[in-house]
C-alpha cells in the first residue's frame, strides 16, 4: 500500500486546514487509517484513527473537538480537518495504515506510512 499526504502549509493561528491521504495500491489490505503527527525534538504522537468500512473513529485527548477524520471510500482518500489551529500543532503530520481489526492508537499497529506533510502554524 502507498499512502501519499498533502494539504499541510503555514497558517495562522486559528485558522484551519483540511489534509489528505490518498491510498493506492494493496488498500484492500488496510482495514483502518490513522495520522500522527512529530513536532520538532518530539516522539510521533497518535493523532487520530477511522475504520475505512464502519467509519468507528478514536481521537487524542489532546485534539477532540477541533480535529475530524473522516474518508471518501470511493477515492480511497482519508481527510483530517484542523480547526482552531493552535502554535503547538506545528508538526509533521504522517497518515498511516493498519492490517489489523480494532482501532488503535499504537503507532506498532500501523505498518504502511505516507511520506508526512508540514503544518506550520503562526502566533
Known amino acids: 500500500v502507498q499512502l501519499q499526504a498533502s494539504g499541510g502549509g503555514l497558517v495562522q493561528a486559528g485558522g484551519s486546514l483540511r489534509l489528505s491521504c490518498a491510498a493506492s495500491?494493496?488498500?484492500?489490505?488496510?482495514?483502518?487509517m490513522g495520522w500522527f503527527r512529530q513536532a520538532p525534538g518530539k516522539e510521533r504522537e497518535f493523532v487520530a484513527a477511522?475504520?475505512?468500512?464502519?467509519?468507528?473513529?478514536l481521537y487524542a485527548d489532546s485534539v477532540k473537538g477541533r480535529f475530524t477524520i473522516s474518508r471518501d471510500n470511493t477515492r480511497n482518500t482519508v481527510y483530517l480537518q484542523i480547526n482552531s489551529l493552535k502554535p503547538e500543532d506545528t508538526a509533521v503530520y504522517y497518515c498511516?495504515?493498519?492490517?489489523?481489526?480494532?482501532?488503535?492508537?499504537?503507532?506498532?499497529?500501523?505498518?504502511?506510512w505516507g511520506q508526512g506533510t508540514q503544518v506550520t502554524v503562526s502566533s
Open positions: 495500491g494493496r488498500t484492500f489490505n488496510i482495514y483502518f
Open positions: 477511522m475504520d475505512w468500512s464502519a467509519g468507528g473513529t
Open positions: 498511516a495504515g493498519s492490517n489489523k481489526f480494532g482501532l488503535s492508537n499504537t503507532r506498532s499497529d500501523f505498518s504502511s
